[in-house]
């Protein structure tokens, strides 16, 4: 089995981050702090874990399958 191109890998993150990076942070905004740095930190630290352990594990077992 090869990896799946690095550009490919690239693609599925940007679109799966686009609906995270729009929606997340509208959904958290009331339970936020007032400061924007501390905002920010935290609809990261949602996001990431999200990207790095539910949508790319997904990604890659389904580009890795063998032919």
């Given amino acids: 089995m ?3 191109n690095k550009h490919l890998i690239a693609l599925i993150n940007y679109f799966t981050l ?11 905004n009331p339970y936020l702090p007032a400061n924007p740095l501390l905002q ?3 609809v990261v630290a ?7 352990y539910v949508v ?4 890659m077992t389904r580009l890795t399958k063998p032919k």
Avoid: E
Avoid at 18 to 28: A, D, E, N, R
Avoid at 56 to 59: D, G, K, Q, V
């Fill in 2 to 4: 090869t990896p799946p």
């Fill in 40 to 42: 920010v930190c935290i």
């Fill in 18 to 28: 686009i609906p995270l990076v729009y929606f997340i942070p509208q959904w958290l």
């Fill in 56 to 59: 790319m594990p997904i990604a």
């Fill in 46 to 52: 949602i996001i990431v874990p999200i990207i790095s």
